[in-house]
């Protein structure tokens, strides 16, 4: 690293030739806004860079290279594992990939998008919009392009889309020492041997900083239509979720679940809400969407979504409590304010996992089974995306009755991921990506062909460790 | 590699005591028929092994890397770039996987299977049709699991569900070294990190050997309808695409083109077939098809086909010269039947091309246009699947007017690759994988970061060099 005032002066007057003033920000009251993270982090960083072009991407990265400078990438930073946030020494230039936002370039008969890697989620979708396509990934914040290449994103609608995996065709890549790696091409189909982009993906931006890609469009819906839907159990969802896709298809795409817990936290708090079953409370509250580019004159999507539900209430009636229609934008209130909902109930430790779909109920129930008897101070306030498997085990205590919240965080999370692991093949990161705040969980849980791995790459790519602040290879073995 | 007879006897008898008498094929009778692929390529074996289980696939691997024998992996060997095939030295042990077959576990809830490596597509297809669900990759051959895995098979049905890629959520793989890695936990949504799946995906097994995986299931389709459509130019089968996407969605399952040589040439060989448009014989010829799993009675596939189209017809009455709707069956013989009745016309050089979707029509042509100008003895018969950006360039010639075929076809295929490659940004090899048969271009067309970056993860895997006849980290840096 850089050891003397001197040499750092040095680096960021180069950066500043490179970039222009605006290009470098080094003063504390400019830098503010990239040090702390949407919800989560918090560090200080060197200085931000904002280079426009993906040849200023690489020309920063090879300066840097030269200099020895650790380089931390950023998106928006809405992450929520503290990946694209600096770290505390002060020693990383954040590269902000915010300015590099000028091309969106569609291709309608191809479907699919040239995108640089600043333009956010809605910049694009609004892009798209009049070309009757959008990019399908649904999130709860407005991310970079990049940054959700990145972590590969994945979102209430991955049962039907599939992750932001399943939508690159093509990528530019700024490597450490300052290569730039360009596979533009919107190839749909192509077998050439390994494919180099899937080393970036979800990656955080440690084997190499995107630039550009070439992404995957899907039509928009032209219909959509939405129920509530409440069940006697987990299992109940499961046997509906399994009856839907048979019966509808693609069209299903999102299949959402609340447990009691997190249903009514939600009704105390969320603005503007009532509940959709009256005085019912179920054991699982189940939100389902069904969408089609097809109008309506071609099929009537609600009628579809009622008779397939039908079929299943007449088969199983016990597993059914009550359907309740709702226009998408009523139902989708109700689900979209948990999380915040959440938040007026106490502390809450949340936990963001992933089990096999079918075993997605037993395994709830195992845990809230285990908390209620080994923590008592703590509600499991459980949803997510049961169609994908995924779910949110947001646990919430009394920040009056818990004396030692960091030791009883460190406890709930390697009990709850350790046992997700080990009894369900699950995963401790569904969808947020690794970073600093799970850094520990992903080596006591990857195994030790995937850590050399990921040694034997980031040797490749990055021998001198400077970019990002994960350690995808492990910890134990840096330098 | 061996250099004694001693030694290969030591070897063999190793294999024999760990596998049992049917489980080692040595005899020259025997061997046959693992050294010729389907339609191409041939080589000769050491011996043959055929381990029933994940653990003697490893102990084969572990047995072979003691004793510096190179394997071969092999599926059904059907694959069409001879990268299942043993090379002609007679010192590569075929591993076949072919008894590594009696597992078909399926989880109807979770839309998952479990599958060993040399259970064959249309095993597992009848085995889960009882379930309501299949695997939606679609081919002319019958291959085992393990080797579509090995090669990321693509198809006629890409357009809707994607390549095997996709599909698999777990696998186990046999590492050069005897270990066995296995992740088979069907979690649709995981975001841990690199994902180390994706680095034998497509790599023909030379970085290990697929023994199991955990595969992504579709559901079946209730309702499938087709046509013919004849269009006046490849610009407009282009748009017709479009315009099905944005209007039926993913019902569109398919969207084959047949250019009018290879349309003419199926109807003068095909058995039982007459042309759907009558004595018109257009400059393209589309098979579309749509499928989906909603019965009739919640949408009338055919109806909605059919209004599309009309749609379409009004709007641009200039592009489209007949729309011919057909059963399934009937439309789909005479697509079956291209590449057989082609093989009536003289020799055929298949070339399996894609490029950008959207310059599909333009490429075709300017190929066409090339060849017409510089190699007058060749006719191009292309067909494919334009809805992928995928085409078979199948080119024509008599062979009593060709004196070296050999030199013609280098010359053809460095021709075409070469610029599908510069001008289009296309890809040799749209869906058959990388093999002996094509890795002289594959060297030439690839770029020099993943070149070097397949050398990092051969030393990583293989540091030997023993698995596969493939040299995805090049020829000229081995040993």
Known sequence: MLTTPQA?????????????????LHEEADRARYEAGWRYGRGRALAVARPKTPSSVAAVLELCHRAGVRVQPMGANTGLVGASNPDASGEQLVLSLERLSS???????GRTVLV???????????????????????????????????????????????????????????????RLWTDLSPLRKDNRGLDLKQLFLGTSGTLGIVTRAVLSLAPLPKQTTTAWVALQSGEGALELLAHLERGVGETLSAFEVLSRNAFEATLRHGAGLTNPFGELSPEVAALIELSTPMGP???????????????????????VLDVVPLKPQAAWHLRHQVSESLRHE????????????????????????????????????????????????????????????????????????????????????????????????????????????CRALKEHFDPARRLGNVRLEGSSTAG
């Open 8 to 24: 750092i002066d040095g680096v960021l007057e180069d950066l500043r030739a490179l970039l222009g003033e605006n290009g470098l």
């Open 103 to 109: 091309t969106i370039d569609v291709d309608p008969i």
């Open 116 to 178: 640089d890697a600043g333009v956010t989620l809605s910049q694009l979708n609004q892009a798209l919009e009049p070309h009757g396509l959008f990019f399908p990934i649904d999130l709860g914040a407005d991310p970079q392009i990049g940054g959700m290449i990145a972590t590969n994103t994945g979102g209430t609608r991955l049962l039907r889309y599939g992750a932001v995996r399943e939508h690159v065709l093509g990528l530019e890549v700024a490597l450490a020492d300052g």
């Open 297 to 319: 004159q071609q099929m009537d999507l609600e009628s579809v979504m009622l008779t397939s539900l039908e079929v299943f209430m007449t088969e199983r009636e016990d597993l």
């Open 346 to 453: 106490g502390h809450v430790l949340a936990l963001d996992v992933s089990v096999p779909r079918s075993q997605i109920a037993r395994f709830t129930r195992d845990v809230r089974e285990d908390l209620a008897r080994h923590f008592p101070q703590v509600r499991m306030c459980d949803f997510g995306h049961w169609g994908d498997g995924g779910t949110h085990l947001n646990l919430v205590w009394d920040p009056a009755e818990v004396d030692q919240p960091r030791a009883l965080t460190e406890e709930l999370q390697t009990r709850i991921y350790g046992s997700s692991f080990r009894d369900y093949g699950g995963s401790f990161s569904a969808e947020h990506g690794v970073g600093p705040h799970n850094q520990d969980h992903y080596e006591t849980l990857s195994s030790e062909l995937l850590l050399s791995t």
